[in-house]
């Protein structure tokens, strides 16, 4: 028998469970939970002052040690179950809770009824009726052991994010009491008896997880944990697995048992044949989705976890790349999506062409469907008016195929054909009809009910939406394409404008000064810029539309001096009273060369088109601390503060009868892109000032390389 360090340790647990029953009681009044665990610690209290009294008159006390022992394991197990109980459903479907509850008040039962009529103690260290009823002793055991644990990881993970702290005191100190039992009961299942240092211990080992209950129930907490879908499924797969090694392990013995010489041959070729078994079960997807539905049928109020469904499938709409890394298409992605949701294969999507024939657009995981197009006699319009007749707004095939009688809807041809086509979820989009979504028969899913419609038909509309939304954005690139190509065009035809201006004064002036040898040398030179020109205005037109201007090259220096004297030098021609004042030192700026000279231009051809033939235009350029500044001035017809503000920079507004309205906008656009400002000034019938600064090229590359 065991010594004086068991019955100190199972006194001390009496005393340690006792205060805290009372504690419970006393202090949480009115609240279950507290009450539930307080009752559990009162049993345990009980088990652990019989066992040291066992232990101190040396009598086993057979059967009555081990019922309590049994005893105190069920009031924990309710303890669980009563925490999970809404979870699963008790107020609405309280059969899921009893069916679990039965199932472990039937193992209870069978081991206390084998404990009454054996004579089976915690305390017996021999045999006392044979090898088979001990082991199915222990086996009880474990399985109750076992569940507590399950129940247990259950609670504490379905609290993660919800609770505070205490739910983890407590899942650590309900643990402590139900994993050194399954050590204990694990060791005692294979050596054939208890080892005695761990039932010397065990009464401590309770009593250290006292501490822990008081800080768990430091404050209040909700009584019932919401157990998702994902957690049932892990604790049952977890159940299952463990009762079937559990099982395995006592046929294999019995085997052994029975099989004489050549019994350990049986019971190594049982063991290893079950566990490649049940090793392909456990990782067959058709075996887990079987589960996961039957847990979702029998444990829930609804069939699917709607929030974690939805989650889902707004996440596999919105990854873009598989897996791999590879761009996965949206249709594919919405097959894909929604075939998960019914454990089907593979899908197939199918949109309507001009004439409403529905045409294969996609294909996912449906390698035997051979079929581009769905008929001549399966048309949009037909599909739309079969939605409307049918309130579910889902083509059932097998439902069509069954059908029969003069009013009943024909099949469709290639659903005829194919018998692995299952069902057909119209993707519609504000009563337009996107697509036609075709899903391969689920080998899990069998029969279908208002859910399952419902849900199909929600994310058939969320995935019409989705294409709609693509569709749009196409449409909107195209357009993009066509505004972009229309406001190239636009620019293009402003410098044209000029050019055209320039070659008609040059061919005005032909017919008088074509003898003077300077007017001839100038003719050249005019026509070689304007075709210059052109070539590049023609190169801007060909771009894609894909393709952006280019940001401006800021290690280019541009010498602003001899940009303003060619500008001035080529508007002389049009406008005489040009004049050009340059500042002294280097008037160098870091950008593109011809964006500035077009910049420059269109300020200066403003401000001739603004005056009279004899009006003076002055050019200023000059430095200003670490920046160059120009100014265009004239003393033309003017602009009001209204029209500066409103309209002068918004394109294809002008005060010019024959005007394009686009000059100073791009001017200003140039500007901003070399990283200056424009400012504006007048008043009408006074005249114009454009002052535009920009940073010098000593000053740019200095900002550049500090960012």
Known sequence: MLGGIGIASHALAAVAFLLLALHLVRKREGQRLA????????????????????????????????????????AWLAVLIAMVQGPLGLP??????????????????????????????????????????????????????????????????????????????????????????????TLDFLLGAPEPALLDLRGAAFAMAIPLFYLAFRENRPERLIVSRAVAFNTISFSVIG??????????????????????????????????????????????????????????????DYRTQWLGFLDKLNREHGPDGTSEPLAERIISATATVLECPGGALYEPDDAGRFQLVARWNWPTLQLASLGDDFTADALLEAVAADRAGILDFDSLRRRAGPDARACPAFAEEDPAIWLGVPLVHRGRLIALLLLERSAVVKDLNWEDHDLLRTLGQQSASYLAEAASQKALDEARSFDEYNRRFAFVMHDLKNVVSQLALVSRNAKRHLDNPAFREDLVATLEASVAKMT????????????????????????????????????????????????????????????????????????VDAS?????????????????????????????????????????????????????????????????TLEVASRPGRGTRFTITLPAAEARAELMSAA
């Open 35 to 74: 009450l539930w665990v307080a009752g559990a610690a009162l049993l345990t209290a009980i088990w652990a002052a019989v066992h040291a009294l066992a232990l101190l008159t040396g009598r086993p006390l057979a059967p009555w040690l081990s019922i309590l022992g049994t005893a105190r394991t069920a």
């Open 92 to 185: 609405r479907r309280p059969g899921s809770v009893l069916l679990l509850a039965a199932g472990l008040g039937f193992v209870i039962t069978f081991k206390t009824t084998i404990e009454i009529l054996f004579g089976l103690s915690d305390l017996t260290l021999a045999e006392p009726s044979g090898t088979g009823i001990v082991l199915l002793h222990g086996a009880t055991k474990l399985v109750l052991s076992i569940s507590g644990l399950v129940l247990l990881h259950n609670i504490y993970v379905s609290s993660l994010g919800r609770e505070g702290p205490g739910i983890r005191f407590f899942a650590i100190a309900v643990g402590v009491l139900f994993a050194y039992d399954l050590n204990l009961y």
């Open 243 to 304: 009762l079937y090694l559990i099982f395995m392990s006592l046929f294999a013995y019995g085997l052994r048992l029975a099989g004489g010489n050549w019994g350990v041959l049986l019971q190594i070729t049982f063991l290893t044949a079950t566990s490649i078994i049940g090793m392909l079960l456990a990782l067959s997807p058709r075996f887990r989705a079987e589960l996961r539905v039957r847990i979702s049928r029998n444990f829930y109020r609804y069939r699917y």
């Open 536 to 607: 590049d205005l023609l190169a801007l037109l060909g771009k894609r539309a894909s393709e952006r201007t280019p940001a401006p090259a800021v290690d280019t220096p541009v010498d602003l001096a001899a940009t303003a004297s060619l500008v001035a030098a080529t508007l002389r021609r049009q406008h005489p009273a040009i004049d050009l004042k340059l500042g002294p030192g280097p008037l160098l700026v870091a950008g593109d060369p011809g964006r500035l000279e077009a910049m420059l231009t269109h300020l200066v051809q403003n401000a």
């Open 612 to 676: 009279a033939p004899d009006s003076p235009v002055s050019v200023e350029v000059g430095r200003r601390g670490k920046a160059v500044r120009i100014e265009v001035r004239d003393q033309g017809h003017g602009m009001s503060a209204a029209f500066i503000r409103d309209e002068l920079f918004r394109p294809f507004r002008s005060s010019k009868p024959d005007g394009f309205g686009i000059g100073a906008y791009e001017a200003r656009e140039i500007v901003r892109a070399h990283g200056g």
